[in-house]
């Protein structure tokens, strides 16, 4: 759903007043913080979508990735998962479902997390995707919230899944685009993660369906402080450049860019490619997070030299205050 | 010049620019008009185009219906995306054979004729329209092979695409075989047919 209809529909709800919960709906964070005791805290997320790729293996695979990704966002480490599954079974042949489903087993058991049961509903529409729980201590969860000016922008994975997808599609993506961009969608934030939670990391969130934007937004909004992002650091896949200048551009892109770009300031001579990919929804995205600029050289070295690579993409700002500005 | 339309409507991304792109690929209509549902569909589609070199105007009916008008500029530059067809193009077909049947123009003094030849074949480029092919028979032969003096002339010519045929079996009976210097050795029934083809033949 578009970011404004969610905000619209959530809008004066009272969500109720809990000692425990760390963390909330409030700060549109990636999981949901229970406090269990003293050194433990309950992590919980949910997701799920209809396929992005055509191989059902490689859908399950990204859809496990995907969920897993909010936990580790957090700080945390997953420990269990659901699936989720709307299946077209008067329609689609049992086997997809059996592909998919073998696809999140391969990601959960890399992750070492255990499948605990699941839900299935007939749909006209395929979707397929995870609750998670994970464990954390309660004082060192991650939240998107803290970032402080002078702190250094770190970005891991590449910009441009959404565009890749939509060349995808439309028949027009190269073979190498695509399973580049699959190899990205299916990689687990937990290397990431691990790097992160050992470094005095000040707020970190990952970068899913609302694109870089759209995350970064959460990161400021009602923080007083600012993003400025250095547009020619942004990593992306390079096939999504010539994709976005043919239009090429998801529907979600249009719709985080009317959300989202009031808050964005874009400076002149900014390339019309890298403006789309701010917008672009990321699927199964890396980590966006900040980090003091004393610290920020040495966390950035212990992840380039791992898969997926990592790059600093900006700071963290007093003014303008609440906005991205790029340049 | 026609106009193409694309329906788009009811087509979810990236479909609207994929037909578009295979429109602009397939027809030569100077005027693509691309309807979708959605201002999103609208903008991608009006990027696309643009990236091809078209001109764009959007116009919303207000009633859910997005019209996209893309115009192609037509130019010498656009032959690789349509038929090399001059018609494309927009002009009439026009092939235009210079015969040259004699090294010299008219009769009374020859020395006036032979320069009357040259001058000719220097001018024959500057005069719309232009010609397709020069062909040279008997004595007109002696000039495209060496000492000529109408040389520059006529490889200027060649230089410009037009395809310069000479006739053999006079290279021979003249002895220049092995003289020829611009163009290239043809026969009878190549040169008759360039003229038979022709929309006008020039007998200078």
Do not use: W
């Amino acid at each position: 759903m578009g970011p404004g209809d969610l905000a619209r529909a959530l809008e004066g709800l009272d969500l109720g007043r809990h000692p425990n919960l760390l963390v909330g709906l409030e700060t549109a964070d990636d999981a949901g913080v229970y406090k269990l005791t003293d050194e433990l805290a309950l992590v919980q997320t949910v997701d799920y979508f209809t396929p992005i790729v055509d191989d059902p293996f490689a859908f399950g695979q990204i859809a496990a990735a995907n969920s897993l990704s909010d936990v580790y966002a957090m700080g945390a480490n997953p420990i269990t998962a659901m699936n989720i599954v709307c299946f077209p079974a008067d329609k689609m042949d049992l086997g997809v479902l059996r592909e998919i489903l073998r696809g999140g087993l391969d990601k959960l058991r890399e992750a070492d997390v255990a499948l605990a049961g699941g839900h299935t509903v007939t749909d006209t529409e395929l979707k397929y995707g995870l609750a998670v729980n994970g464990l954390v201590h309660p004082d060192r969860v991650l939240t998107n919230q803290g970032a402080r000016p002078g702190d250094r922008l770190l970005l891991t994975k590449l910009l441009g899944t959404g565009i890749v997808n939509t060349a995808l599609k439309g028949g027009v993506a190269s073979d190498e685009a695509v399973a580049e961009v699959i190899a990205s969608m299916s990689a687990l934030n937990r290397d990431a993660a691990s790097v992160v939670t050992a470094h005095p990391v000040s707020a970190c969130t990952d970068v899913t369906g609302f694109g870089l934007a759209g995350h970064a937004h959460e990161m400021i909004a009602g923080q007083g402080v600012g993003f400025s992002f250095e547009a020619a650091a942004l990593p992306f896949f390079e096939p999504a450049r010539e994709y976005a200048g043919m239009g090429l551009l998801p529907g979600g892109l249009q719709r985080n860019r009317a959300h989202f770009a009031p808050h964005v300031e874009i400076a002149e001579g900014v390339a019309q490619h890298l403006i789309d990919l701010l917008f672009d929804p990321q699927t199964s995205g890396g980590l966006l997070f900040s980090v003091p600029a004393d610290r920020a050289d040495d966390v950035l070295a212990e992840l380039v030299d791992r898969d997926p690579p990592a790059a600093i993409i900006g700071e963290v700002v007093d003014d303008p205050r609440e906005r991205i500005a790029v340049r | 010049m026609a106009r193409t339309t694309v329906d788009a409507r009811g087509k979810t991304c990236p479909q609207p620019v994929i037909d578009t792109r295979r429109a602009l690929a397939e027809t030569s209509a100077a005027e693509i008009e691309v309807l979708v549902d959605t201002e999103a569909s609208a903008e991608n589609v009006a990027r696309m185009a643009r990236s091809q070199g078209c001109e764009v105007r959007l116009e919303d009916s207000g009633m859910g219906e997005l019209r996209v008008l893309l115009t192609r500029e037509i130019g010498p530059d656009e032959s690789d995306r349509r038929e090399t067809s001059p018609v494309a193009l927009g002009e009439p077909a026009s092939k235009v054979a210079v015969f040259v049947a004699a090294d010299s123009i008219g009769r009374g003094d020859d020395e006036l004729g032979q320069a009357l030849t040259k001058a000719f074949l220097g001018t024959i480029k500057d005069v719309e329209p232009r010609p397709t092919s020069l062909l040279f028979m008997n004595s007109g032969v002696k000039l495209v092979t060496e000492g000529s003096g109408a040389l520059d002339a006529i490889g200027e010519l060649e230089g410009m695409g037009v395809e310069v045929l000479v006739c053999g079996t006079c290279l021979d009976f003249f002895g220049l075989e092995d003289k020829l210097a611009v163009g290239r050795v043809s026969n009878m029934y190549e040169i008759t047919s360039r003229m038979v083809e022709a929309d006008r033949v020039v007998r200078p």
